[in-house]
């Protein structure tokens, strides 16, 4: 004990100048002396910055007078909290310790570093709390932001969605009213007419509104198979199939539209292929690429079915040798909003809907459909399936 206070009495001696500059100046400790008749003798700048207007009245808890009551039987004669300001505005508070002497009260004081740390504990922890909140804000903005965006992409896409399918109505419309304006003129025709012309006149009209209404018939099992498509509510049963036998059938099924026009179809098979699809789908596939072919076909004409296999797919020609697609008409074709319509080489009409059946339905198969063709020498629509005995999410695998 004697050697700390050797130890203080020479810091004090020996810095004394530096000290008294320091305790002047501080800004963190609190110095200021009092005569008990309440006047301030002397106060450095903290105990300044502290207190207004008359310095004594700003005591606020305890006030100056109950320090003077407190006496002086020991020494400080207050050790705590002391608190400076008014009941209207914002208080301060200091850790200080009061000494009396001689009449006289010596205030030394500043703020308690226990409190400090634990302030700035909690300041450390509001502004991490406050930072996680900004991330946390920028977070749900920004995903918010992204479930904008995908709103209005999902508003685009439905309103394209809504355009379509007006366009398609109008479309369908037109198609329809077409063959029913033959189907009801020439019948009315016939009506009034029975009794007076032959017999071949009468066979002709009837062999026309006969295939009027089988073409008519053809374009709404189109789009009943369409329309139930888009719903989702056709069943897909893929299995393995012998590719020749459901080709012959859906030929033989649409051989008299081509011996109608002398066409010959061609069946090149010679690996006997196996794909692995739904058998409804693949032979209306084929029905409408088949019928697209003798449609376009010239008199005489010839159709070439063929298969390739390549990897874990078949790749299925349907080619004729009849008008062909102008380049710049190629995709309007798998489009039904484009509304590409052409007559046939025998004036026959189509909507287009059956090409979209067909990329619907080998698309549901994981494969492609796609189209060549060169103006009057013809057209192939190639298309894939896959020949494994598996599919999974329209992606077929071995």
Same mark, same amino acid.
């Given at each position: 004990m004697i050697m700390q206070t050797e130890k203080d009495q020479s810091l004090l001696t020996e810095w004394s100048v530096e000290i008294d500059d320091a305790l002047l100046k501080s800004k963190s400790l609190c110095v200021a002396l009092f005569t008990t008749d309440s006047e301030l003798l002397f106060?450095?700048?903290? @105990?300044?910055?502290?207190?207004?207007?008359? =310095?004594?009245?700003?005591?606020?808890? =305890?006030?100056?007078?109950?320090? %003077?009551?407190?006496?002086? +039987?020991?020494?400080?004669?207050? *050790?705590? @909290?002391?608190?400076?300001? !008014?009941?209207?505005?914002?208080?301060?508070s200091i850790?200080?310790?009061? @000494?009396?002497?001689?009449?006289?009260?010596?205030?030394?004081?500043?703020?308690?570093t226990s409190q400090l740390l634990e302030q700035n504990s909690a300041v450390h922890q509001l502004n991490r709390e406050v930072t996680n909140l900004q991330r946390d804000l920028i977070k749900k903005?920004?995903?918010?932001?992204?479930?904008?965006?995908?709103?209005?992409?999902?508003?685009?896409?439905?309103?394209?969605?809504?355009?379509?399918? !007006?366009?398609?109505?109008?479309?369908?419309?037109? *198609?329809?009213?077409?063959?029913?304006?033959? %189907?009801?003129? @020439?019948?009315?025709?016939?009506?009034?007419?029975?009794r007076i012309y032959d017999i071949d006149k009468i066979e002709n009209m009837i062999e026309l509104i006969h295939k009027t209404s089988q073409q008519t018939f053809f374009l709404l099992e189109d789009l009943l198979l369409w329309s139930k498509s888009q719903a989702g509510r056709i069943p897909f049963e893929p299995r393995e199939l012998v590719?020749? !036998?459901?080709?012959?059938?859906?030929?033989?099924?649409?051989?008299?539209?081509?011996?109608?026009?002398? +066409?010959?179809?061609?069946?090149?098979?010679?690996?006997?292929?196996?794909?692995?699809? !739904?058998?409804?789908?693949?032979?209306?596939?084929?029905?409408?690429?088949?019928s697209n072919a003798i449609k376009f076909t010239n008199q005489d004409g010839q159709i070439d079915i063929c298969t390739e296999r390549s990897q874990l797919k078949t790749i299925i020609t349907v080619s004729d040798n009849g008008v062909g697609i102008e380049n710049e008409n190629i995709d309007k074709i798998l489009d039904v909003t484009q509304h590409y319509v052409t007559k046939g080489t025998a004036k026959e009409s189509g909507t287009g809907l059956g090409l979209m059946l067909c990329k619907e339905f080998v698309e549901k198969h994981g494969g492609n459909l796609w189209v060549e063709s060169e103006p009057g020498k013809g057209s192939s629509f190639y298309f894939t399936m896959p020949f494994s005995t598996v599919i999974a999410d329209g992606k077929p695998t071995e």
């Open positions: 106060s450095n700048e903290a @105990f300044s910055s502290l207190v207004k207007g008359v =310095p004594c009245q700003s005591f606020l808890n =305890p006030s100056f007078d109950e320090l %003077l009551a407190l006496g002086d +039987i020991s020494n400080p004669i207050f *050790d705590g @909290f002391l608190t400076f300001g !008014d009941y209207q505005s914002v208080n301060h850790a200080a310790q009061i @000494f009396k002497k001689n009449n006289k009260l010596l205030v030394i004081g500043g703020v308690d903005s920004h995903n918010l932001e992204n479930t904008l965006s995908q709103l209005q992409e999902a508003n685009l896409e439905l309103n394209k969605l809504n355009a379509d399918k !007006d366009r398609f109505m109008q479309i369908l419309g037109h *198609d329809l009213r077409t063959p029913f304006t033959t %189907l009801l003129g @020439f019948s009315g025709i016939l009506l009034e007419n029975l590719f020749e !036998d459901v080709c012959m059938q859906v030929i033989n099924s649409l051989m008299n539209n081509a011996e109608a026009k002398n +066409i010959k179809i061609n069946l090149r098979d010679n690996e006997e292929t196996v794909i692995y699809a !739904d058998e409804q789908m693949l032979k209306t596939v084929l029905r409408n690429l088949l």
